[in-house]
């Protein structure tokens, strides 16, 4: 159960990895000062950082089998859990909202620096990523949980 949880977590942060760098490459850190992005980078970063620790903490408990770890790896998912609840919550909206402006045509208009950004960086997810990070999240919490549950009662 612990390997299949470290499975699902790698699976998990793989896509993680993806929509992080489309977010970024879409222009998501620059969208945070005219305020496009609904995705703050403190929100996107937190739950990196906190998913990325806690699959260390996880990988130190498989190396030495301290229960302990497992416990604070576990709890470092739920305010991971969290967040990307948040996100997703964020994200739904502005994914909607790609259907009813996809034949509008573009805004065009131009400033000093370049043409003017009118979609979130968000909008361009791609939803089978997004649909599988979910899944396999919530896959890697309940084995994690299982894991430390069962490593516990031994």
Same mark, same amino acid.
């Given at each position: 159960m612990s390997i299949a949880a470290l499975v699902a977590w790698v699976i998990t942060a793989l896509g993680g990895f993806v929509m992080l760098g489309q977010w970024i490459s879409r222009g998501g850190l620059r969208q945070q000062r005219s305020g496009v992005t609904r995705f703050p980078a403190s929100l996107m970063f937190s739950h990196f950082g906190l998913a990325a620790g806690g699959l260390v903490v996880w990988i130190a408990y498989l190396l030495t089998n301290q229960i302990r #770890?497992?416990?604070?790896?576990?709890? #470092?998912?739920?305010? !991971?859990?969290?967040?990307?609840?948040?996100?997703?919550?964020?994200?739904?909206? !502005?994914?909607? *909202?790609?259907? !009813?402006?996809?034949?509008?045509?573009?805004?065009?208009?131009?400033? *000093?620096?370049?043409?003017?950004?009118?979609?979130?960086?968000?909008?361009?997810?791609?939803?089978?990523?997004?649909?599988?990070?979910? #899944?396999?999240? !919530?896959?890697?919490v309940v084995l994690v949980l299982l894991a430390a549950l069962g490593a516990a009662g031994s």
């Open positions: #770890l497992a416990w604070v790896a576990f709890a #470092l998912l739920i305010p !991971v859990a969290l967040l990307g609840f948040i996100m997703l919550a964020r994200w739904i909206p !502005v994914y909607q *909202g790609r259907t !009813v402006t996809a034949g509008a045509p573009q805004d065009s208009a131009r400033t *000093g620096s370049g043409p003017v950004e009118t979609e979130p960086a968000e909008r361009h997810l791609p939803v089978p990523v997004v649909i599988a990070h979910g #899944l396999f999240a !919530v896959v890697t």
